[in-house]
């Protein structure tokens, strides 16, 4: 997707470095960031200079590169495997993308792993693209029906951000919306800001915004009295993981939207790459649902008008916080989910229909 006009990927390799687009500067700053080293992929990982589930997947097989790189040694792969995959524990896709790149690795000559492991990152960023483009095709379908039926614009609320900076090109849940919007549907889209981050406001709106879509940032809590009055037609969220039951674990705040549209009739589509899917668990209690830092509630970040990014406190040093970064969305209160190879039903019949 384009950024001042300018076609870009999220992740890219270069001359030996990977390089990726550092999110925590968005949307004041546009940097491009070199990783150089194992080390560098897993603290961009950890503190979100790239985020979103597939991209996160992406970095970390491009972080195995690096660490090949670096050392040929296959204790020290082994390690950063195992030091990737700790370093965000919902998002599946990153255990998938490490656990798929050490299998292909897995009795590789030194000679030819270098070339064997950079071949495997490509295809994981190229098929994740692929896929989003087609879950775009996909959903396309759904916003087209809303438009025929209603003749006017589409209002559709979205949450955190599932859009192209969380995979490497056009998003999960913004696929549909960026095939829309190319098509000529008019489109609106309800950003929630998603604190304590605010991916919505700083991400969601802002490639919204260079892709010339009209959308409008509201609080977390407003979506429930934007249904009630009949302004949203749809909700479309991404996922960082979906049980084989259907269950839906994505950014903290789904839940209960998914609860509002339920209540207002409003369907609820949830966008996935397969390589979102856990077919490993049964139960999503067992999901490990990230805690992170309490600073990303206690403070806020933004610009002054001498254009300096600043970080305020919000409330009392000595107030207790808890910052879950996740939450699950049952299968009951998803219309459907929306995949690159077709939109099924939130339960093991249909994804099997799917996928197996
Ligand atoms: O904490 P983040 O910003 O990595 O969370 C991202 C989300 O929750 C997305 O909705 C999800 O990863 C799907 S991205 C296509």
Excluded at 97 to 124: H, P, T, W
Excluded at 284 to 296: D, F, G, L, V, Y
Excluded at 298 to 303: C, F, K, L, N, T
């Amino acid at each position: 997707m384009k950024i001042d006009g300018k076609s870009y990927k999220t992740i890219w390799f270069e001359n030996n470095l990977v390089k990726i687009i550092d999110q925590t500067k968005l949307p004041h700053q546009f940097v491009i960031k070199d990783l150089k080293t194992i080390k560098d992929s897993i603290n961009a990982i950890k503190t979100m200079e790239v985020r979103g589930a597939p991209l996160i997947g992406a970095t970390a097989a491009y972080g195995l590169v690096l660490s090949i790189i670096e050392n040929n040694d296959l204790s020290f792969l082994k390690k950063s495997s195992e030091e990737l995959i700790a370093s965000r524990p919902t998002a599946i896709n990153l255990k998938w993308a490490v656990d798929r790149m050490m299998k292909k690795l897995n009795g590789i000559n030194e000679k030819d792993i270098l070339k064997i492991a950079l071949d495997e990152a490509k295809a994981i960023k190229d098929e994740d693209e692929g896929f989003c483009k087609n879950i775009g095709l996909n959903g396309l379908k759904i916003i087209e029906e809303i438009s025929n039926k209603k003749k006017g614009t589409v209002n559709i609320l979205t949450h955190c951000n599932a859009g192209w900076l969380a995979t490497i090109d056009w998003g999960t849940a913004t696929s549909p919306i960026y095939h829309a919007h190319q098509k000529g549907i008019k489109v609106h889209v309800w950003v929630d800001e998603t604190r304590p981050r605010n991916q919505g406001a700083n991400l969601t709106s802002y490639e919204l915004n260079e892709e010339g879509i009209s959308n409008t940032v509201i609080t977390d809590n407003a979506g429930g009295i934007l249904m009630q009055r009949g302004q949203v037609d749809i909700c479309i969220v991404g996922t960082d993981r979906t049980l084989s039951n259907g269950d839906v674990c994505n950014k903290i705040g789904t839940y209960l939207k998914a609860l509002s549209a339920k209540d207002n009739n409003v369907p609820f589509y949830v966008a996935l790459p397969s390589s979102t899917i856990d077919w490993s668990i049964k139960d999503h209690k067992q999901i490990p649902i990230e805690e992170r830092n309490s600073e990303e509630l206690s403070h806020v970040e933004g610009i002054d008008e001498n254009n300096e990014i600043k970080k305020v406190r919000i409330y009392p040093q000595k107030s207790k916080s808890l910052n879950l970064a996740f939450d699950v969305t049952p299968a009951k209160l998803v219309t459907g989910l929306i995949t690159e190879k077709g939109i099924c039903e939130a339960s093991e019949k249909g994804l099997k229909g799917l996928f197996k």
